[in-house]
């Protein structure tokens, strides 16, 4: 009988235990939903008012309350599209030094700092981009680029060490632990019977990497990369601090831009008109939206989310 | 773990049980930001009240007192008794003040620079970009001005300094009031956004050859540059407390629906032309009294004992007959649960 | 043949070289940064800074004690929703779900949500728990960051429970244990290690985190103690006080700013030296 009544005990354990976890997996389903859910209401009367115009207008005015989203996502794009393309030769040579060249006792501290330095919240890179970085840009960078490229004309404008280049950069320097960390990882996936049929046949270093090890795993790469411009277009404090603030689509670089998240972090709390609230809430849908592609994207690329566990 | 766990579940335990006139929050204008929280760090020290007062622009006071996200906003935009009426709302002036025009020129002092409401206007609107513009170089003759070029700074965020200075240009350049008009945050024509008073004062300080407006108690504490600006009377004036208390010396509080009274461009020989008061919003209907009456306990304490802080940071206090009409008011307009919150 | 030779050891020696001095550019940039916050914030660390709350603007003096308060609580109550949820959601995905479409979503979705912009999950939780509720709440901002948490501690806690082998699970299960109790018993103690790295991991992860914290959390200058108070943070005051026009305000800017990147360091080493300390044992 005892056993029977535990045995019960247990199904109905078992049941409880399995509906719970069942629930909590389900949340973050849900939870996502919701996100999508709450924030497309809270946007509905700008969608209203302003409909598809609101994507391709550059009107930014809180009196007229004329709002459209051109100049953020401009910002958001451009200051992310530097930061990749400063970043990712970079990340991709932190990751070759480690895997391919540094001394064998070199590797793991090295590695190990980079990835620490992943962990350092944004708010520290934004604020010694206005502290440290925007003067000395300004004093000694900026003014030599106006000099010797300003005819061309993304490289014109004042030199305020504050602007589209300036912000770019500081993003650049904070997806590089990132994005290094990742490809470093998944260098160290290529099988070394490879690289050594490489060396085998006589080929260089370089060659190695640039014919093995970047080939076979250029996916990866990409995914990593891609990981890498989704952390750039939703990050908001590296950005506030050192975009300017200027609802303006200027060619130049080093003008004052702004970015959705920098526009949230500086006027959510003070839209006083509820057209102008749910323009920054549909300000971060579209946010939320296009990273939610660029990291679908992503995954895809990556690939493998199915279950490869349980096995000794 | 387990003891993190107990903490947790104290805080939330201690969140059901204590009553909520001994925390006052408030949110909204940046200028008067140094002052509250100097009235309301003597106020702790005094009564145990402690008022938690975010400076978060006057737009966001509006915004978050009609949310009812805070006890009382504050904001240097007067809303007008229209607005008052539908959202429920009653203000009430605390201190005046002035919007300064600051900038930041190689070689130049405080005062140095003279600005007229038309190049100020044409400035701000892009049209005046250099510094050695013959505009500027007319009104400033033996002052050597630098070939650089202007940057203008402005507030990223709603703001009622933005409001106060937004207002002046708009009643002075017909140009300006055709493109950007006036309001907490407005169209830029030109320039770079800093967030808050302070923002903008670490832009200018940062950026050679920038103007931007910050309050005056901003540029005093920062050691910023100011302009001397030409008023109404076409006097070149310095801003001083003495120069915004006479522009608002002809204000008419007593008569003015909603107590909604715009200081900028006021007549008078000695007045800064962008003046302004600074102003508290509260509910007219507030839910919990206890905190209503708490709150206005506050500003009672504030314009009394407090007005002699206020002057020592550079801050005009309301004087003692506004003061009194402004209690009064309270009196009447302010009703918790159908009884009066504040007797005088 | 010799000039070939040359040419691609030359190429060689170039690309290495390349690849050499980007990382150096790399690793340069990233010390600069931690030096400065070392040599700028640690002079701002003193008695009071621990102790005192804010003196008024202008004066000098005072500590941002109730800001490092705050963000304790904050995180300690964002771990104490995200923790539990997010090890019961990778419990159904190893334990249960495995290759359903049902887990495989979840997957999906949840590496997803880890990178989602934070700032937008600030603006959802301002939605639906700050406007609602009329007030900004130290609750707010714990649910924000326990948004932003939930989705790693799922990923970590499946990585590290599929780790434990099924043939543990077996050989429990044939004893009679029910599924609930090996799960509960064994499987969590197997992996108990890995669960802890990822909670530090993902408590280091939120407590830096500022842009979900000013529409919640918001800010206070006072000791908060209550859950449905506003309440001050490490970060939002960096945020404050470095836009801010007071050298003094910078000065306590960088200190907390060096007090919340050492924090985020050591409970990064902490959670590193439990992985090694597991593999080698």
């Given at each position: 009988m005892a056993f029977f009544e535990r045995h019960k005990a247990d199904k109905i354990g078992d049941a409880v235990f399995r509906g719970v976890s069942y629930f909590f997996a389900v949340l973050v389903v849900v939870l996502m939903l919701f996100i999508f859910a709450v924030l497309f209401k809270e946007s509905l009367p700008s969608i209203r008012k302003f409909g598809l115009k609101f994507l391709t207008s550059a009107a930014w005015d809180p009196v007229q309350l004329e709002f459209g989203a051109l100049p953020a996502i401009y910002g958001t794009?451009?200051?992310?599209?530097?930061?990749?393309?400063?970043?990712?030769?970079?990340?991709?040579?932190?990751?070759?030094?480690?895997?391919e060249m540094a001394p064998k006792g070199l590797r793991g501290p090295i590695g190990t700092a980079i990835e620490l330095l992943a962990s350092i919240p944004s708010i520290i890179y934004g604020m010694w981009g206005l502290f440290v970085f925007a003067p000395f840009l300004s004093d000694h960078i900026e003014p030599w680029i106006i000099d010797h490229l300003g005819f061309i004309p993304i490289f014109n404008g004042a030199p305020l060490g504050i602007g589209m280049l300036p912000a770019g950069f500081i993003l650049s320097i904070m997806i590089i632990p990132f994005i290094s960390s990742v490809s470093r990882e998944?260098?160290?996936?290529?099988?070394?019977?490879?690289?050594?049929?490489?060396?085998?046949?006589?080929?260089?270093?370089?060659?190695?990497?640039?014919?093995?090890?970047?080939?076979?795993?250029?996916?990866?790469?990409?995914?990593?990369?891609?990981?890498?411009?989704?952390?750039?277009?939703?990050?908001?404090?590296?950005?506030?601090?050192?975009?300017?603030?200027?609802?303006?689509?200027?060619?130049?670089?080093?003008?004052?831009?702004?970015?959705?998240?920098?526009?949230?972090?500086?006027?959510?709390?003070?839209?006083?008109?509820?057209?102008?609230?749910?323009?920054?809430?549909?300000?971060?849908?579209?946010?939320?939206?296009?990273?939610?592609?660029?990291?679908?994207?992503?995954?895809?690329?990556?690939?493998?989310?199915?279950?490869?566990g349980g096995r000794p | 773990m387990r003891k993190l766990l107990i903490a947790v579940v104290l805080m939330l335990l201690m969140a059901g049980g204590s009553s909520a006139a001994d925390l006052i929050n408030g949110a909204g204008a940046t200028f008067p930001y140094p002052l509250y929280s100097k009235w309301a760090y003597e106020y702790a020290k005094k009564t145990g009240i402690k008022l938690n007062y975010q400076s978060i622009g006057s737009g966001g006071g509006i915004k978050q007192i009609k949310e009812k996200t805070v006890d009382f906003g504050a904001s240097d935009a007067p809303l007008t008794a229209k607005e008052l009426t539908e959202a429920g709302l009653f203000q009430f002036p605390m201190a005046i003040g002035g919007v300064v025009p600051v900038v930041n020129i190689k070689g130049i002092s405080a005062g140095q620079i003279r600005l007229?409401?038309?190049?100020?206007?044409?400035?701000?609107?892009?049209?005046?970009?250099?510094?050695?513009?013959?505009?500027?170089?007319?009104?400033?003759?033996?002052?050597?001005?630098?070939?650089?070029?202007?940057?203008?700074?402005?507030?990223?965020?709603?703001?009622?300094?933005?409001?106060?200075?937004?207002?002046?240009?708009?009643?002075?350049?017909?140009?300006?009031?055709?493109?950007?008009?006036?309001?907490?945050?407005?169209?830029?024509?030109?320039?770079?956004?800093?967030?808050?008073?302070?923002?903008?004062?670490?832009?200018?300080?940062?950026?050679?050859?920038?103007?931007?407006?910050?309050?005056?108690?901003?540029?005093?504490?920062?050691?910023?540059?100011?302009?001397?600006?030409?008023?109404?009377?076409?006097?070149?004036?310095?801003?001083?407390?003495?120069?915004?208390?006479?522009?608002?010396?002809?204000?008419?509080?007593?008569?003015?629906?909603?107590?909604?009274?715009?200081?900028?461009?006021?007549?008078?020989?000695?007045?800064?032309?962008?003046?302004?008061?600074?102003?508290?919003?509260?509910?007219?209907?507030?839910?919990?009294?206890?905190?209503?009456?708490?709150?206005?306990?506050?500003?009672?304490?504030?314009?009394?004992?407090?007005?002699?802080?206020?002057?020592?940071?550079?801050?005009?206090?309301?004087?003692?007959?506004?003061?009194?009409?402004m209690e009064d008011a309270w009196t009447k307009e302010i009703k918790c649960k159908g009884q009066a919150v504040w007797k005088r | 043949m010799n000039f070939f030779y040359l040419r691609r050891k030359f190429y060689n020696i170039l690309a290495l070289t390349v690849s050499l001095l980007s990382a150096g550019f790399g690793i340069f940039f990233l010390f600069w940064i931690l030096k400065d916050v070392i040599s700028f914030g640690l002079p701002a660390l003193n008695g009071s800074f621990f102790t005192e709350l804010p003196a008024p603007p202008g004066a000098e003096g005072g500590g941002v004690?109730?800001?490092?308060?705050?963000?304790?609580?904050?995180?300690?109550?964002?771990?104490?929703?995200?923790?539990?949820?997010?090890?019961?959601?990778?419990?159904?995905?190893?334990?249960?779900?495995?290759?359903?479409?049902?887990?495989?979503?979840?997957?999906?979705?949840?590496?997803?949500?880890?990178?989602?912009?934070?700032?937008?999950?600030?603006?959802?939780?301002?939605?639906?728990?700050?406007?609602?509720?009329?007030?900004?709440?130290?609750?707010?901002?714990?649910?924000?960051?326990?948004?932003?948490?939930?989705?790693?501690?799922?990923?970590?806690?499946?990585?590290?429970?599929?780790?434990?082998?099924?043939?543990?699970?077996?050989?429990?299960?044939?004893?009679?244990?029910?599924?609930?109790?090996?799960?509960?018993?064994?499987?969590?103690?197997?992996?108990?290690?890995?669960?802890?790295?990822?909670?530090l991991l993902a408590v280091a992860r939120v407590s830096g985190e500022t842009a979900p914290l000013l529409f919640t959390s918001f800010n206070n200058s006072f000791w908060n103690f209550k859950m449905t108070e506003p309440t001050a943070t490490l970060t939002v005051t960096i945020f404050n006080y470095a836009l801010g026009p007071y050298e003094d305000w910078h000065t306590k800017a960088w200190g907390a700013a060096f007090l919340i990147t050492a924090s985020v360091l050591v409970l990064t080493v902490l959670a590193r030296l439990l992985v090694t300390r597991r593999s080698a044992g």
């Open positions: 794009i451009v200051s992310s599209i530097i930061a990749i393309v400063i970043a990712v030769p970079i990340s991709l040579g932190i990751a070759i030094f480690l895997t998944i260098f160290q996936m290529v099988p070394p019977i490879m690289k050594e049929s490489g060396y085998g046949v006589g080929a260089t270093k370089w060659e190695v990497i640039r014919k093995v090890v970047i080939p076979y795993t250029r996916s990866g790469l990409m995914g990593a990369v891609i990981l890498g411009l989704g952390r750039a277009l939703g990050e908001t404090m590296a950005v506030t601090f050192v975009i300017g603030n200027s609802h303006e689509i200027s060619k130049a670089l080093l003008d004052p831009a702004t970015s959705i998240s920098a526009t949230l972090a500086n006027e959510f709390t003070e839209a006083v008109d509820p057209v102008y609230l749910s323009s920054l809430v549909e300000l971060g849908l579209i946010l939320f939206v296009i990273t939610f592609i660029v990291l679908v994207f992503s995954k895809l690329l990556i690939g493998g989310f199915s279950y490869k | 007229t409401p038309d190049v100020l206007a044409d400035m701000f609107l892009g049209k005046v970009t250099r510094w050695n513009d013959k505009k500027i170089i007319d009104i400033n003759p033996g002052v050597t001005l630098p070939d650089d070029k202007i940057t203008v700074v402005h507030r990223s965020d709603g703001s009622g300094t933005t409001w106060i200075f937004a207002n002046y240009l708009d009643k002075i350049s017909k140009e300006w009031h055709d493109r950007a008009g006036f309001g907490t945050a407005v169209n830029w024509p030109a320039g770079v956004g800093g967030k808050g008073n302070e923002g903008v004062a670490a832009y200018v300080k940062r950026i050679k050859g920038s103007i931007g407006y910050v309050e005056y108690a901003y540029a005093l504490q920062n050691k910023l540059t100011h302009a001397k600006l030409q008023n109404r009377e076409k006097n070149f004036v310095d801003p001083s407390i003495e120069s915004f208390s006479a522009a608002g010396a002809s204000a008419d509080w007593k008569n003015t629906p909603g107590f909604s009274v715009v200081l900028t461009d006021q007549p008078g020989k000695n007045s800064w032309p962008i003046s302004g008061a600074t102003f508290i919003i509260v509910r007219r209907q507030p839910e919990d009294c206890a905190n209503a009456k708490a709150v206005l306990g506050f500003f009672d304490w504030a314009y009394s004992d407090g007005a002699g802080m206020a002057r020592s940071l550079d801050y005009v206090p309301m004087p003692k007959n506004v003061s009194e009409i | 004690a109730h800001a490092i308060l705050g963000t304790f609580f904050v995180t300690v109550v964002a771990t104490a929703i995200g923790v539990p949820s997010g090890i019961l959601a990778g419990t159904y995905l190893s334990e249960y779900g495995r290759k359903s479409k049902t887990a495989s979503t979840v997957r999906f979705l949840s590496d997803i949500l880890v990178s989602a912009p934070s700032i937008v999950i600030g603006v959802f939780v301002y939605a639906v728990l700050v406007k609602p509720f009329g007030g900004f709440s130290a609750i707010a901002g714990a649910v924000a960051l326990s948004i932003i948490m939930l989705p790693v501690i799922v990923r970590t806690a499946e990585e590290v429970l599929k780790l434990v082998p099924d043939a543990t699970r077996e050989a429990a299960l044939a004893l009679g244990a029910p599924h609930w109790k090996v799960t509960v018993q064994v499987v969590y103690r197997g992996a108990r290690r890995g669960i802890t790295t990822g909670v």
